[in-house]
């Protein structure tokens, strides 16, 4: 597993960010957690930003890190939104 492992496409709501900002892979979860997170001492936050790590490195299953980053969020107070693509 690396980085680049892609998920369902998640959409987040930041509160005072205008645009909603999609993430897709792990190193844009990793990026959302560590530059663009509204709280850095929430107890989901540091599971998550933990469950990224090992995600990364192998040591879990993306699935298990994706859970950990939904729970982060909801913690956070930001709306993710699955994203779903329309088959043309």
Known sequence: ?????????????LRGQPAHMIVRTLGEAAYMLLKEWPIDDGE???????????????????????????????????TALTVVRRRS
């Open 44 to 78: 989901e936050y540091v599971t998550a930003v933990k469950a990224c790590v090992d995600a990364i490195s192998g040591q879990i299953d993306p699935q298990q890190f994706w859970d950990a980053f939904l729970r982060a969020a909801d913690e956070a107070g930001i």
């Open 1 to 13: 597993m690396d980085a680049t492992s892609a998920f369902t496409p998640v959409g987040l709501a």
